[in-house]
């Protein structure tokens, strides 16, 4: 069983109801499985690991190589930061244009940002959108439309909702927000906003499993140091709670998803040889594993 993001929440708690009918269980960027903290909890923790994850592209940004493509923001990694938020801010400023064209907006740079942290990838689209927008001046830029959730998202959105209570009190999420802005400029307060799950009608029908150390010693983990949506902070509650049913991989790189990743700026021989070693013939490392 091999289950990604919140895939990993899902998966561990089919392995804590159902051990006998478990084999080899992957868990690949996981975050706090406290039922306290699932769904929201893993939410709100995008704002500060975003913050921790920009270095990365702060980095690449600042890189002397980019000069040459146009695409060098700043000198130093440290002053990568202040540009974005000082374009942001502007572009708040740039109101929605009559015809329904998408204007490149602060959110809807954020939410760019956002996306880019995913992966390594992303970060040359992101920059030329930084670069687009800054020389434009006071030129409205002409933003991509805004993608349309899919099916994956709409079902993901319904297991979220369905798995643990959320808050119905609009109030407390305003407030939220404006703290989280506050602590975290660049991501604005998105990730602790209110969703589709404070208007959901059905309310869980069973209480939340308790991820704990009973069952089998069939888990492997792998986790990026630097992930964007799953912190490893977080992920280490997972490691905790599961005890010695689990082994870790944790990966010096950024990104979401860490195993076989496809993106050689953060793929990991170490991690991807380790899991692979695991899925084909079950055996894990002695302890747990960190993959420079």
């Known amino acids: 069983m091999w289950g990604t993001s919140y895939g990993t929440y899902v998966s561990a708690v089919y392995a804590q109801k159902y051990p006998a009918r478990t084999d080899r269980v ?4 996981t975050d706090d499985p406290d039922p306290s903290r699932v769904a929201r909890g893993w939410l709100a923790n995008m704002s500060a690991a975003m913050d921790e994850r920009f270095g990365d592209f702060a980095a690449w940004a600042a890189a002397p190589e980019r000069e040459k493509q146009g695409l060098r923001l700043a000198e130093r990694p440290e002053d990568v930061r202040p540009m974005v938020l000082a374009l942001a801010r502007k572009l708040d400023g740039v109101p929605e244009r009559a015809d329904g064209k998408p204007l490149l907006t602060g959110n809807r740079l954020r939410e760019e940002m956002f996306r880019a942290l995913y992966d390594d990838g992303a970060f040359e689209k992101l920059a030329k959108l930084i670069v687009s927008a800054r020389a434009a001046g006071d030129t409205p830029v002409v933003a991509e439309p805004v993608v349309l959730p899919s099916a994956d998202a709409t079902l993901s959105v319904a297991v979220i909702c369905n798995d643990v209570r959320w808050p119905r009190s609009v109030p407390s999420y305003a407030r ?58 977080a992920a280490l509650k997972m490691r905790e709670a599961l005890g010695g049913r689990a082994r870790m991989v944790a990966v010096d790189a950024g990104g979401h998803g860490a195993y076989l990743s496809g993106n050689k700026a953060r793929g990991s021989a170490c991690a991807d040889r380790t899991v692979s070693e695991f899925l084909v013939t079950g055996r894990r490392p002695a302890g747990d594993v960190l993959c420079r």
């Open 176 to 233: 939220a927000v404006a703290e989280d802005r506050a602590r975290y400029p660049l991501t604005a307060g998105m990730p602790v906003n209110v969703t589709p799950c404070a208007f959901w009608k059905n309310a869980p029908e069973e209480k939340p499993t308790r991820i704990t150390s009973e069952g089998p010693s069939n888990v492997l983990m792998v986790q990026n140091l630097r992930d964007p949506a799953t912190p490893y902070r």
């Open 26 to 29: 992957l868990l690949d960027s």
